[in-house]
C-alpha cells in the first residue's frame, strides 16, 4: 500500500469548513484513498472513500486530484463532535494491509 | 453504533491470567479483524479472517491466540501476557474481497491493562 503524509494537527472553528490534506504521492492506479476517523477511546469510523472522481455522503466530501497524488477531505461545517483523528488510508481492494498512519487531530475550537 | 460490539470494554488482568476477548458482527460480513493500539503508535494489524479461515497473522506473539467459530464471532484468547500488552484492542469487520466496498466497521475497543 502506498504511504500518505498528513498533517500532525490542525485547529478548526466551530461552523467553519475543516479541510484534511494528505499527500500520497507513490499512490498506484488500482489504489483508492480512504478516510477514517478515531474519536478518542471510540473505534475509528469510515467517512468516506474514493478512486478518481470527488466523492460526497452526509459526513464529508473528498476531493482527489486530477494526478491522484493529493487528497482533502472536508467537513463543510464543523462540530465540536468532529474532533478527532483523522486517517488518510490508501490501499487496494483486498482487505489485508490496512494500514493506519499517525492521522491528523483535528481539534474544533468553540 | 456500528453494527460490530466488543465485550470486555475494560479488562485488567495478571500476567498469569488467561483471558478472552469478544468481538460480535451483525452486519452478516464475511471479514473479521484484530487491531492493537498502543499509546500514541498507529493501530496495529494482528489478524485477519476470511470465511472463518485465517488468512492473515502479523508476526504476533503466540500468547495471543485467536478463534473465529463463524462469520459473526471473533475471539482473541490472551495467555501469559506481558505488561507491554497493554493497550486498546479492536476488532472489525467488512465484506469479503469481491467489490469496491471493503470499508472496515470497527467495535469500540477492549482497553486492557495487563498488571
Known amino acids: 500500500d502506498a504511504k500518505t503524509t498528513q498533517p500532525t494537527s490542525m485547529d478548526c472553528a466551530e461552523g467553519r469548513a475543516a479541510n484534511l490534506p494528505c499527500n500520497h504521492s507513490t499512490i498506484s492506479g488500482n489504489e483508492y484513498v480512504y478516510w477514517y476517523r478515531q474519536i478518542h477511546s471510540q473505534g475509528p469510523q469510515y467517512i468516506i472513500h474514493?478512486?478518481?472522481n470527488n466523492e460526497t455522503n452526509e459526513m464529508a466530501s473528498l476531493i482527489i486530484t486530477e494526478d491522484r497524488k493529493s487528497s482533502t477531505l472536508i467537513l463543510p461545517h464543523a462540530t465540536l463532535r468532529d474532533t478527532a483523528v483523522y486517517y488518510c488510508?490508501?490501499?487496494?481492494?483486498?482487505?489485508?494491509?490496512?494500514?493506519f498512519g499517525t492521522g491528523t487531530k483535528l481539534q474544533v475550537i468553540p | 453504533e456500528t453494527g460490530v460490539t466488543q465485550t470486555p470494554r475494560h479488562l485488567v488482568m495478571g500476567m498469569t491470567n488467561k483471558k478472552s476477548l469478544k468481538c460480535e458482527q451483525h452486519?452478516?460480513?464475511?471479514?473479521m479483524y484484530w487491531y492493537k493500539q498502543s499509546a500514541k503508535k498507529p493501530l496495529e494489524l494482528m489478524f485477519v479472517?476470511?470465511?472463518?479461515?485465517?488468512?492473515e497473522n502479523n508476526s504476533v506473539p503466540s500468547r495471543f491466540s485467536p478463534e473465529c467459530p463463524n462469520s459473526s464471532h471473533l475471539f482473541l484468547h490472551l495467555h501469559t501476557l506481558q505488561p507491554e500488552d497493554s493497550a486498546l484492542y479492536l476488532c472489525?469487520?467488512?465484506?469479503?474481497?469481491?467489490?469496491?466496498?471493503?470499508?472496515?466497521?470497527f467495535g469500540p475497543g477492549t482497553r486492557l491493562t495487563v498488571l
Open positions: 452486519l452478516g460480513h464475511n471479514a
Open positions: 474514493g478512486l478518481k
Open positions: 472489525a469487520s467488512s465484506q469479503d474481497t469481491s467489490g469496491a466496498y471493503n470499508e472496515q466497521f
Open positions: 479472517y476470511n470465511f472463518k479461515e485465517q488468512t
Open positions: 488510508i490508501v490501499r487496494v481492494q483486498s482487505y489485508q494491509k490496512v494500514t
